[in-house]
C-alpha cells in the first residue's frame, strides 16, 4: 500500500470492555509505535514493537495496554478494560531509516478514534 | 525529561500576512526537531526536520523552522499564510539518546487563517 491505515476509523466502547484497534503499516518498515493523542495534551507514545520478535516495549500507561504483531506489517494494540480517559485518538505510526538521507522517519495513519461511553 | 510545549492552543492570522507557531523544547541530549501538520480527519503529515546543519529548515508549502540551541525554540513560520493553512500544528522532539527513537509531541496549535 502507498502508506499506514488504521482500523477500525472510528470505535465506541462501553467502559469495561476490551477493544483492539488495527494498524498496517509499510511493508519493509522495522520498527512501529502506538501513540495516544488527546487534544489539548499532545501526544504520549504507548507502545512499540520490532520486527525482530513479537516484542512490546510499553510505555506510559502501562498493564492495559499491549500491542501484538502477528505479522510484520501488522500491528494490533489492545487496550483491556477500557476507562472513559481513554477516550482519544490512536495512530500508529511505522518507522524506517533512510540510510541515502541518515534519517530515521515516522509515517503516520490516519488515526482511530475511540469513544469510551 | 524530554518534553515540548506549544505555548498556543490557537494562533489568528490574516491571509497574506507572516505566521509564527512556537515551539519550546528540554532533551537531554541533542535534539532531532520535528513540524507535522494535521488536517481534519488525517493523518500527522511531516512538514520539516532539524537534525544538523544550518539552523534555518525548509520544508513543505512554504513553511521554514529555525533552531534557536540557546532559547531551546524551533518555531514555525511562513512569510505569506493561506487560508488552506488552517490546520492543527504539532512540534516533537527526538532526543538522540533515546535508543527508542521515538517522538514527544506538543500539545498542538490550532492556526486559523482568515480571508
Known amino acids: 500500500g502507498a502508506g499506514v491505515s488504521q482500523s477500525p476509523r472510528y470505535k465506541v466502547a462501553k467502559r469495561g470492555r476490551d477493544v483492539a484497534l488495527r494498524c498496517d503499516s509499510i511493508?519493509?518498515?522495522?520498527?512501529l509505535y502506538w501513540y495516544r493523542q488527546t487534544l489539548g495534551q499532545g501526544s504520549e507514545v504507548l507502545t512499540y514493537?520490532?520486527?525482530?520478535?513479537?516484542?512490546?516495549k510499553s510505555g506510559r500507561p502501562s498493564g492495559r495496554f499491549s500491542a501484538e504483531r502477528p505479522e510484520k506489517s501488522v500491528s494490533t494494540l489492545k487496550i483491556q478494560r477500557t476507562e472513559q480517559g481513554d477516550s482519544a485518538v490512536y495512530l500508529c505510526?511505522?518507522?524506517?531509516?533512510?540510510?541515502?538521507?541518515?534519517?530515521?522517519?515516522?509515517?503516520f495513519g490516519p488515526g482511530t478514534r475511540l469513544t469510551v461511553t | 525529561a524530554q518534553s515540548v510545549a506549544q505555548p498556543e492552543d490557537q494562533v489568528n492570522v490574516a491571509e497574506g500576512n507572516p505566521l509564527t507557531v512556537k515551539c519550546t523544547y528540554s532533551?537531554?541530549?541533542?535534539?532531532?526537531l520535528f513540524w507535522y501538520v494535521q488536517y481534519p480527519n488525517r493523518g500527522l503529515q511531516f512538514l520539516l526536520k532539524y537534525i544538523t546543519g544550518d539552523n534555518l529548515v525548509k520544508g513543505s508549502y512554504g513553511f521554514e523552522a529555525e533552531f534557536n540551541k540557546s532559547q531551546t525554540s524551533f518555531h514555525l513560520k511562513k512569510p505569506s499564510a493561506l487560508v488552506s493553512d488552517s490546520a492543527l500544528y504539532f512540534c516533537?522532539?527526538?532526543?538522540?539518546?533515546?535508543?527508542?527513537?521515538?517522538?514527544?509531541f506538543g500539545s498542538g496549535t490550532r492556526l486559523l487563517v482568515r480571508p
Open positions: 505510526a511505522s518507522a524506517t531509516r533512510i540510510r541515502s538521507r541518515g534519517s530515521y522517519e515516522q509515517y
Open positions: 511493508s519493509g518498515h522495522v520498527t
Open positions: 516533537a522532539v527526538r532526543d538522540e539518546m533515546d535508543s527508542s527513537y521515538k517522538l514527544i
Open positions: 532533551v537531554s541530549g541533542n535534539p532531532y
Open positions: 514493537s520490532q520486527s525482530d520478535a513479537q516484542r512490546d
